[in-house]
């Protein structure tokens, strides 16, 4: 119930974030908005989502021995440089604008492929750890920092990039909260961040086996999902995407929120089991039991793996 309703509250604070952009942008200014996104979506599916799959198969192994908190040190060199790939994409993507629009714009990008991939990170990994009301509590204070900030900075100066750096604050605070929170169980642990050399977050081998593959799927799906934006502002203009992008995101939201709360609630039991992954058969069960257990219309026979079992 705590997971549904923190879930229930974001989804409304979305609605209304809908509301009020399409009240203070104009539908250009949105379908600029909308290719910012699609850049953002763009390094989080492609450069930063495959890493953190990796990381999410081996949090609860890394919190159990206590190398969580170091092995992560090195995800933030990654994530900066991602981020000066989601900057550079920026400048190149329209040179009709001005140099200081499209310096600010690579600035707000840089700013929140930062703070929304630490804010993805940390405010699901408490929740993945036991630690839910922490992380249902700073997953709303990040919806509703940024809902108030970018209707600040949009009516201050009405603009996509401003819009977009309003979302950034909020998920910046969201970020700060959790790595508190985090911080502060991590004590408890038995962090080895004083020894030297300190663990590996990734090696080669899992960068080529698993990284790769990944990032290829889910390359497939920002196609899928935004690479749909660049071909309609191209042929149809900044209003046209605008418009577009608004039909579909609330038919999304309704959907993701269904999506959203399911997972919320059945990866942590998931990964928590194939956090041992060498044990193949044990993994193979585990993601027959999510299949079964999130959509038993995938297969005829229910699972004799009881989804209660995951946690043990």
């Not at 600035?107 to 703070?115: L, R, S, T, V």
């Not at 942590?268 to 959509?295: C, K, M, Q, W």
Request: neutral net charge.
């Amino acid at each position: 119930m705590l997971v549904v309703g923190g879930r229930l509250v974001i989804a409304l604070i979305t609605l209304i974030a809908i509301r009020a952009v399409t009240t203070y942008l104009t539908p250009a200014q949105y379908g600029e908005l909308a290719l910012l996104l699609a850049v953002q979506m763009f390094c989080g599916l492609f450069l930063i989502n495959p890493v953190g799959q990796h990381i999410n198969l081996h949090t609860h192994a890394w919190w159990d021995e206590g190398t969580l908190v170091t092995r992560l040190g090195a995800y933030q060199k990654y994530i900066l440089a991602v981020s000066l790939v989601g900057s550079m994409a920026v400048l190149g993507m329209n040179k009709q604008d001005s140099a200081e629009h499209l310096l600010w714009a690579a600035a707000a990008m840089f700013a929140m492929i930062i703070a929304g991939t630490w804010n993805a990170t940390l405010i699901p990994m408490l929740n993945m750890l036991g630690f839910r009301a922490a992380s249902v509590f700073w997953g709303i204070i990040s919806a509703v920092v940024a809902l108030a900030s970018s209707i600040f900075l949009v009516v201050w100066l009405p603009s996509a990039t401003a819009w977009f750096v309003g979302q950034a604050i909020g998920m910046t605070l969201g970020a700060l909260g959790a790595k508190y929170v985090f911080q502060r169980q991590a004590i408890q642990q038995s962090d080895i961040s004083s020894l030297s050399p300190a663990p590996a977050l990734i090696d080669k081998r899992t960068v080529l086996s698993y990284c790769l593959p990944l990032a290829l799927a889910t390359g497939l799906m920002w196609i899928q999902l935004s690479g749909y934006r660049l071909v309609i502002e191209n042929y149809w203009g900044l209003a046209q995407l605008g418009f577009l992008v608004v039909g579909l995101q609330v038919a999304g939201q309704l959907w993701g929120l269904t999506e959203t709360l399911a997972t919320q609630f059945l990866y942590p039991l998931f990964y928590r089991r194939v956090s041992a992954h060498e044990n193949e058969i044990e993994v193979e069960r585990a993601f027959s039991d999510l299949l079964n257990t999130g959509s038993p219309f995938f297969h005829p026979f229910p699972s004799k793996f009881s989804v209660l079992n995951w946690g043990r």
